[in-house]
Nanobody, 116 residues
Framework: QVQLVESGGGLVQPGGSLTLSCQAS????????MGWYRQAPEKQRELVAS??????TDYADSVSGRFTISRDNSLKVTLHMSSLKPEDTAVYYC???????????WGQGTQVTVSS
């Protein structure tokens, strides 16, 4: 059973920066992706950024150029968020999933609020 522990998040002013980290207790066999989704009130959960175990990354258009995801090791990823906007406000969820098939794992979520 995979457990995901998130850290970071909080309140930041527009234009500011914030870092989120996600630590997995274990990883699945084979190719997998680890990353972040977010959900704002009354909106669907959406992909923010992910990185696969082969190094391939994927970003939402809305954050490309402002956010950077990195793999610290096979069990941990970090999301560096800069030039934050009020529309980035949401609950951010860490996600780990096998690329081809298997269980989708979620963290408990951490609140990011961008406000002056």
């Amino acid at each position: 059973q995979v457990q995901l522990v998130e850290s970071g998040g909080g309140l930041v002013q527009p234009g500011g920066s914030l870092t989120l980290s996600c630590q997995a207790s274990t990883i699945p066999n084979g190719l997998y992706a680890m990353g972040w989704y977010r959900q704002a009130p009354e909106k669907q959960r959406e992909l923010v950024a992910s990185v696969r175990s082969d190094g391939m990354t994927d970003y939402a258009d809305s954050v490309s150029g402002r956010f950077t995801i990195s793999r610290d090791n096979s069990l941990k990823v970090t999301l560096h968020m800069s030039s934050l906007k009020p529309e980035d406000t949401a609950v951010y969820y860490c996600n780990l999933r096998p690329v081809f098939s298997g269980t989708n794992y979620w963290g408990q979520g951490t609140q990011v609020t961008v406000s002056s």
